[in-house]
């Protein structure tokens, strides 16, 4: 298995920036894809970024491209969301997430391990 722990998360105000950070432990060399995904209350989970572990291809949602940046250190078995340019519509709990079998990134159902949250705040 491979466990996930967020971390970063906090009050920030908009136009700041925050990172996210998401170690992970286990058994990580069985990490396909690494991917950040968000809930604010009364919305769905949304998928915001993904990497793969193993590569260098990023993907994100259009809400966030060009401001949200994913990256990854293998050796640190961690992955990172730089949040810059934050909007009051980016406050949520963002979750990492990883997957041993390849599926569409952006679909939360493809993903087998997920962190337990960490919340980021936007203020006026």
């Known amino acids: 298995q491979v466990q996930l722990v967020e971390s970063g998360g906090g009050l920030v105000q908009a136009g700041g920036s925050l990172r996210l950070s998401c170690a992970a432990s286990?058994?990580?060399?069985?990490?396909?894809?690494m991917g950040w995904f968000r809930q604010a209350p009364g919305k769905e989970r949304e998928f915001v970024a993904g990497?793969?572990?193993?590569?260098?291809?990023?993907f994100y949602t259009d809400s966030v491209k060009g401001r949200f940046t994913i990256s990854r250190d293998n050796d640190k078995n961690t992955g990172y969301l730089q949040m810059n340019s934050l909007k009051l519509e980016d406050t949520a709990v963002y979750y990492c997430?990883?997957?041993?079998?390849?599926?569409?990134?952006?679909?939360?159902?493809?993903?087998?391990?997920w962190g337990q949250g960490t919340q980021v705040t936007v203020s006026s």
């Open positions: 990497i793969r572990w193993f590569g260098s291809s990023t």
């Open positions: 997430a990883t997957d041993q079998n390849p599926g569409p990134m952006g679909d939360s159902l493809s993903y087998d391990y």
């Open positions: 286990g058994r990580t060399f069985t990490i396909a894809h």
